[in-house]
């Protein structure tokens, strides 16, 4: 072959035949995907065939694995560190005492091919094996595995096993499932195996999903009897995670009162006085809040919400929970509310309030406290004007209701519930009489919304400044709307459906404090009035309502960021929702179908 001749960054490659030319010169790098697996393919064979190995692993029950320093070096820290020493530089032959020889012969399998076997029999000896090995990957695949064997019966286990091999995602996961199933797992032997600090720890915990305080209670006496003569002293530190306040009356006085371990301790005794008094106080004051951590709902039933909706079905009013299409009914309500609204307070303490009350002549009012083991509508003080499709509104910690109508006379007045003095008192009258109107509460201020005064359907709005008792009138709607429902959501307040003076409305207008301007955004996929509004989730709920007379038996669900609203129908067709709350998931309702 002939010299080649550079000329102008081109090449020319002359041969017997001519000349070849390229247009420049270039270097690339080609790379052989399988070589690697080749050479390693090889080594694994010298091996098996013990060919130029220079170390010998041997166990404690005799088993002789060879293999070569240069391969082991390259994976594992351990073996680096020995062979790279330079006392241990030239040794040929290692016992490891430590591992099991059936998992150690998978793992220097492992580091020759790159594969390993990971079965329910052999994940904890090679978890324990590559972690002795500083084999990190096959350490994580097992933990990996650990996670999808997790259940009932082995999650505490697998949960004190990750904590010992520092598999941080492993125990995570054990926690969080031992948190979410803690009725199954409390029923299954490794419960009972646990010691004191253990159960302590456990049961102390702010968020472990249990329905009911009373099964902490019987998990407890439960370990307890297991080994009672071992295990009675442990009561009073057991008993102090035990939140008692929480348990229901009748089972304290039916079940705790009279369990013989407690009796016998001064300490319990004392545990026991003390939730006793809690109910009595919240006889006294229903609107109590939990002062002390004994008394405070666990963090997995406060901090989740659910919608509470109040519907008219079979001529009478009812409430049920609702969560994304699963729903469990509320406890019965006394009296019926066709022409009241729900209010909440603290996400706990749900008002009733107005409307037709079917055999009296007395505006009632009742609250329902879903933190309780034992809800149930409690009567509280009257309202001092008969209102029927009224607005009422919740802020700082009181409850306004606001205007509705007393037979044909629409009313313009205003009163207000405080909790701390539990009596409804009068305040300044709004400008205008309506009835059948929205409310809604932005930046500490009260917005009364449209309505009907009689003779004329409503597009005009004021607010309410509690801290100086005045209402004052802000920008009008662009349509008139009897029987909108109100949303309120990051600093937006939102005028919904409703009718004017022809037509149910699907159009929806949004105020903006700020700018003091009402603008559109896109229609509903229905027309609707008189239906429940709520913010869950980020989101903006429509429940319900009705058209023209016709049960809307559907949600829509309005997402500011995407500006669009998507439609759900509700799986239990419960009549005509009219209105709705967010509160914290009572106990009794189970969010997840897990």
């Known amino acids: 072959m002939d010299d080649i001749v550079m000329k102008n960054s081109t090449c020319e490659l002359n041969d017997h035949e001519g000349v070849m030319t390229f247009k420049r010169c270039e270097q690339k790098t080609y790379k052989n995907s399988s070589h690697m697996v080749g050479v390693f393919e090889v080594l694994q064979s010298l091996r098996k065939d013990k060919v130029l190995c220079d170390i010998k692993i041997e166990t404690d029950d005799g088993t002789i694995i060879f293999g070569h320093k240069i391969v082991l070096i390259s994976v594992s820290k351990y073996f680096h560190e020995i062979f790279t020493d330079f006392n241990e530089s030239n040794i040929d032959n290692i016992n490891i005492k430590e591992l099991d020889s059936t998992a150690l012969q998978l793992l220097i399998n492992y580091i020759y091919t790159g594969e390993i076997i990971i079965t329910k029999d052999n994940v904890k000896v090679l978890l324990a094996a590559a972690n002795f090995l500083q084999l990190d990957y096959v350490k ?6 650990l996670i999808t064997q997790l259940d009932a019966s082995n999650c505490l286990g697998i949960k004190a096993f990750a904590d010992l091999y520092g598999c941080m995602e492993l125990s995570t996961c054990s926690q969080t499932y031992i948190k979410h199933r803690f009725l199954e797992v409390v029923d299954n032997d490794e419960f009972l195996s646990l010691s004191s600090v253990e159960v302590i720890k456990l049961i102390s915990c702010n968020d472990i999903f249990v329905p009911l305080e009373e099964k902490v209670f019987e998990c407890v006496i439960h370990w307890l009897k297991h080994e009672l003569e071992s295990r009675k002293d442990f009561l009073p530190e057991l008993m102090e995670h035990v939140r008692l306040p929480l348990i229901s009356k009748q089972y304290l006085l039916e079940k705790v009162v009279n369990e013989p371990l407690l009796k016998m301790n001064p300490k319990c005794v004392g545990y026991i006085f003390e939730a006793l008094q809690f109910h009595l106080l919240k006889y006294l004051q229903p609107f109590t809040v939990s002062q002390t951590i004994q008394s405070t709902p666990r963090q997995s039933i406060s901090f989740q919400k659910v919608i509470l909706m109040l519907y008219w079905f079979q001529k009478k009013s009812s409430v049920i929970y609702w969560f994304d299409n699963i729903w469990q009914p509320a406890p019965t309500m006394s009296k019926c509310y066709k022409y009241g609204c729900l209010s909440v307070i603290k996400d706990q ?21 879903v933190s309780s083991q034992s809800p149930c509508w409690i009567p509280v003080m009257d309202l001092l004007v008969i209102r029927e499709d009224l607005g009422v509104g919740t802020l700082d910690n009181c409850v306004y209701a606001i205007g509705g109508r007393d037979g044909e006379n629409r009313l313009n007045s205003v009163e207000v519930f405080d909790i701390n003095t539990n009596k409804w008192q009068m305040v300044t009258s709004m400008s205008t009489k309506r009835s059948h109107h929205g409310v809604g509460v932005l930046n500490n201020l009260l917005y009364a919304v449209g309505g009907f005064d009689g003779h004329t359907y409503l597009n005009s709005v004021e607010c309410y400044d509690p801290s100086l008792d005045t209402w004052t009138p802000v920008t009008a709607m662009s349509e ?27 159009s929806v207008e949004a105020f903006t404090p700020s700018s003091g301007v009402w603008s559109t955004i ?24 009705s058209n023209n007379g016709s049960v809307v038996n559907s949600v829509e669900i309005y997402n500011p960021k995407t500006n669009n609203w998507s439609l759900k129908t509700l799986s239990k067709d419960v009549g005509e929702v009219y209105s709705g709350v967010v509160v914290n998931k009572p106990p009794h309702f189970k969010i997840y179908n897990d």
Request: net charge positive; charged share 15%; glycine share 14%.
């Open 480 to 506: 008139c709307r009897r029987g909108c429902g109100i949303g309120v959501m990051k600093g937006v307040l939102y005028a919904i459906g409703g009718e004017n003076n022809s037509n149910c409305l699907k």
């Open 349 to 369: 303490f749900v008002l009733a309030v107005g409307g037709v009350h079917l055999k009296s002549n007395r505006q009632l009012v009742e609250m329902l406290d």
């Open 522 to 545: 896109p229609d509903m996929h229905h027309s609707r009035q008189s239906c429940g509004v709520v913010m869950l989730n980020d989101l903006l709920h429509v429940i319900g309502g």
């Open 140 to 145: 994580s695949v097992c933990a990996e595995f």
